[in-house]
């Protein structure tokens, strides 16, 4: 029988003890587009952001290098897939493609927004459902989980052929509300496909819910048909999952000045505001905020006196520290009293 320190098959304690440590040491890597988010999530986990390189070549290919070490290592990187989001992808992957050559332990995408949950279903002939193709490419470089927060279609998900744990942000933006006077408030989903996120923000919140019916036409235009529930003189809050040209909310505005609704907030997770329009929304006299999360960084061209963005990155390094200490991560879905 091999001794300890021999090279027989049975291994001391102290070389298990060791092996265990180092498979349980944790490794953030963020690409170019979430270094912020990424800084404020170390911060959380009390460990370092780890540094990677990108280079593009004379040709516009890239390069990305892992300048830590992360074999056997519990690595997340962290990227949201915002503008551009094809050349965030490319990076994307090619993190995971490194830390999967560099033998790391497990590999984690941790993806704020995902750009492509829009694109879930073949609605016409010849085109690409392009939610399952980024996810069969995450999967494929090398993603042994992914990380992400409301995603536009949940039934992406199933695209995946690994886990995927998808957070919401309807407590953090409770709390920030709920220091106001609600008890005339209703919480308005710009559409029934949204109604189940804005019933549960109502309950959080204490107040009632209505839901928009919504028509889109190809040239990416809306038209609010009906508003189902009670909003005449009520305040309004519109609970959104993303906002990215503004056309819904705006349609969903005048239908509400049109029914008599008060003043409204504007609420979302993913502050896409492309084209301007969060100035379009936000310069209205029957606005009174527009509050989103940090998932899609705002640059300060976006910068509006009622614009109001809460950073989520806490619920990210929960969530992080959950998976790497094996613990359920679906605790965090239960519904709670979001008091202050």
Known sequence: MAKDGDNGDTASPHRLERSVKLIREISVFSGQASKGFAEEICGYLEVPLLPS????????????????????????????????????????????DAARGASAGRITAVIPHYAYARSDKKDAPRISIGGKLVADLLTTAGASRVLTMTLHSPQVQAFFGVPVDQLHALRELAVHLQG???????????????????????????????????????????????????????????????????????ELLNHLAELGAKPARVVCTHGIFSNGSVQRIADREDVIEVLSTNTVPIGADKAHPKLTVISVA??????????????????????VDAKP
């Open 180 to 250: 106001r006077d609600l008890s005339n408030t209703v919480v308005v989903s710009p559409d029934l496909g949204n109604a189940k996120a804005a019933t549960a923000f109502s309950r959080l919140l204490g107040t009632p819910v209505a839901a928009g019916a919504k028509e889109r036409f190809e040239n990416d235009q809306v038209h609010i048909t009906s508003i189902i529930g009670d909003v005449h003189g009520k305040d309004i809050i519109v609970l959104d999952d993303e906002i990215a040209n503004g056309s819904t909310v705006i």
């Open 314 to 335: 806490n619920a990210f390094a929960e969530a992080i520290r959950r998976i790497h200490t094996g613990e359920s991560v679906s605790a965090l879905f239960q519904t």
């Open 53 to 96: 390189r990108l280079q593009r070549f004379a040709n516009d290919c890239l390069e990305v290098q892992l300048l830590e070490n992360c074999r056997e290592r519990d690595v997340f990187i962290v990227q949201p897939l915002v503008s551009p989001v094809q050349e965030n992808l490319m990076e994307l992957l090619m993190m995971i």
